[in-house]
């Protein structure tokens, strides 16, 4: 029974570049998180989807920063013409119904560091 | 603002001790708070979710208290172990009711 699988695990860009983060979740989850991890800081919550759904983007900055969560395939979170504070670990996790009262189930993340 | 604050010293203990860890939070209403484990260059782990009608839960080693009152989780491991170095975060789910929170968590380090 696989996890939350994300890659790549490590991504490398150069400034203004676009980074693809993918997150597939746990068998039977249909609601997955994405968090951003500063070194020295917290988890920060970025984005909440469902399926083809964008429930709670409050996390999310305004510009350049993008999520979705197709019918078929994997969650995608997308950083256009990235920059050098883009660099931190980029996690996503599931869960099989809505965050109420439910765990996370969390991936290994995804390391992006901008050149 | 809402605020979630776990000691940001790490903690030393010695194998065989109980390690005790806080979580205090501000402005929040929960109906549960969650911890978690996490290891360098790892996602979180899910160890424990206590409910607002909870005082206590346990689990193996692990023990969480809840007071609602003080705005405060305590997190127990007795017997502690090497094994059990990690940094474990609180989480409490934020207003909107769907982003789940988290402190900065407190680095716990047990030596033989």
């Known amino acids: 029974n696989a996890g939350v699988m994300q890659n790549p695990r490590h991504l490398v860009r150069r400034r203004g570049q676009e980074a693809r983060l993918r997150c597939s979740p746990m068998?039977?989850?249909?609601?997955v998180y994405w968090y951003r991890q500063l070194p020295e800081e917290g988890l920060k919550f970025m984005v909440y989807?469902?399926?083809?759904?964008?429930?709670?983007e409050s996390g999310m900055p305004k510009e350049r920063f993008s999520a979705e969560f197709p019918k078929e395939g994997p969650s995608i979170l997308r950083i256009q013409q990235v920059v050098r504070g883009d660099s931190a670990a980029y996690f996503c996790?599931?869960?099989?119904?809505?965050?109420?009262?439910?765990?996370?189930?969390f991936g290994s993340g995804t390391q992006l560091s901008v050149l | 603002s809402q605020k979630i604050e776990q000691n940001s010293e790490a903690l030393n203990i010695q194998e065989g001790k109980t390690a005790t860890l806080t979580c205090n939070y501000t402005?929040?209403?929960?109906?549960?708070l969650q911890w978690y484990r996490q290891d360098p260059g790892r996602g979180p782990v899910f160890l424990l979710l206590?409910?607002?009608?909870?005082k206590e839960k346990r689990k193996e080693r692990l023990k969480v208290t809840f007071d609602t009152t003080l705005k405060q989780s305590l997190f127990h491991i007795t017997a502690s172990q090497p094994a059990d170095s990690a940094t474990y975060l609180c989480?409490?789910?934020?207003?909107?009711?769907?982003?789940?929170?988290f402190g900065k968590g407190t680095s716990l380090l047990v030596t033989p």
């Open positions: 206590i409910r607002e009608n909870e």
């Open positions: 402005n929040y209403s929960p109906a549960y």
């Open positions: 996790a599931s869960s099989p119904r809505a965050p109420t009262n439910e765990k996370l189930f």
């Open positions: 068998k039977g989850h249909s609601h």
């Open positions: 989480a409490l789910v934020g207003n909107s009711g769907y982003a789940l929170n």
């Open positions: 989807l469902q399926k083809e759904n964008i429930i709670d």
